[in-house]
């Protein structure tokens, strides 16, 4: 198994910018095909973005797409998604998750059923 836990979230205002962070312990994390959820009150969990576990393929929400970047270093075993020009309607709790992937270095996927493990998600919130 894989633990993950998130840190950097928090209250930034619309327009700020917010670094998470991902870090995995337990195994051998460039095994690990990684991505980020959201969920918002209310709301189903929904994707936000991806990266294979080799770094080499990413993906993105439309809806962050241009202003979100998800990024990982295999040596620190941590993966990242830099935010900008945050906007209100991205507050949501993120989370991190990963799943043992033998595919392709450059394989990622939207679908949270893909993702065998969870971190205990973090609060970020955007004030208008």
């Known amino acids: 198994q894989v633990q993950l836990v998130e840190s950097g979230g928090g209250l930034v205002q619309a327009g700020g910018s917010l670094r998470l962070s991902c870090a995995a312990s337990?195994?051998?994390?460039?095994?690990?095909?990684m991505g980020w959820f959201r969920q918002a009150p209310g709301k189903e969990r929904e994707f936000v973005a991806a990266?294979?576990?080799?770094?080499?393929?990413?993906d993105y929400a439309d809806s962050v797409k241009g202003r979100f970047t998800i990024s990982r270093d295999n040596l620190k075993n941590s993966m990242y998604l830099q935010m900008k020009s945050l906007k209100p309607e991205d507050t949501a709790v993120y989370y991190c998750?990963?799943?043992?992937?033998?595919?392709?270095?450059?394989?990622?996927?939207?679908?949270?059923?893909?993702?065998?493990?969870w971190g205990p998600g973090l609060q970020v919130t955007v004030s208008s």
């Open positions: 337990g195994r051998t994390f460039s095994n690990y095909a």
């Open positions: 998750a990963g799943a043992a992937s033998a595919s392709s270095g450059s394989y990622t996927s939207r679908r949270s059923l893909f993702y065998s493990y």
């Open positions: 990266i294979s576990r080799t770094g080499g393929g990413t």
